[in-house]
């Protein structure tokens, strides 16, 4: 059996469905990635029709803990919830 993680060598993956979000994801994606376990932050951007994906892609391209993934058409939280597992 593998002994337990030391608390500051634990990591964390947190998948994020977004959606229609551009005005506050970045402020968002900014407190989440301050918790010190993660260490991959999967985002799903669910067909947003604002300026959500472009502000998502500036950010993936300046950190790379963030994984961008993105649906064509709308398919909900749940579908993008699946699509970041």
């Known amino acids: 059996m593998d002994p337990i993680p030391e608390p500051n060598r634990r990591c964390l993956s947190v ?5 229609n979000e551009a005005a506050t994801v970045a402020e968002i ?5 301050q918790q010190g376990p993660v ?3 999967i985002i799903v951007d669910d067909c947003s ?3 959500t994906l472009k502000v998502l892609r ?5 950190e790379s803990r963030i994984r961008l993934l993105s ?3 709308n398919r ?3 579908a993008a919830l699946r699509t970041g597992f």
């Open 29 to 33: 994606i900014r407190r989440v990635l």
């Open 15 to 19: 998948i994020m469905p977004v959606y």
């Open 76 to 78: 909900g939280k749940g």
């Open 58 to 62: 500036k950010l993936a391209s300046e």
């Open 71 to 73: 649906h064509d058409v």
């Open 49 to 51: 029709s604002d300026a």
């Open 39 to 41: 260490q991959e932050l």
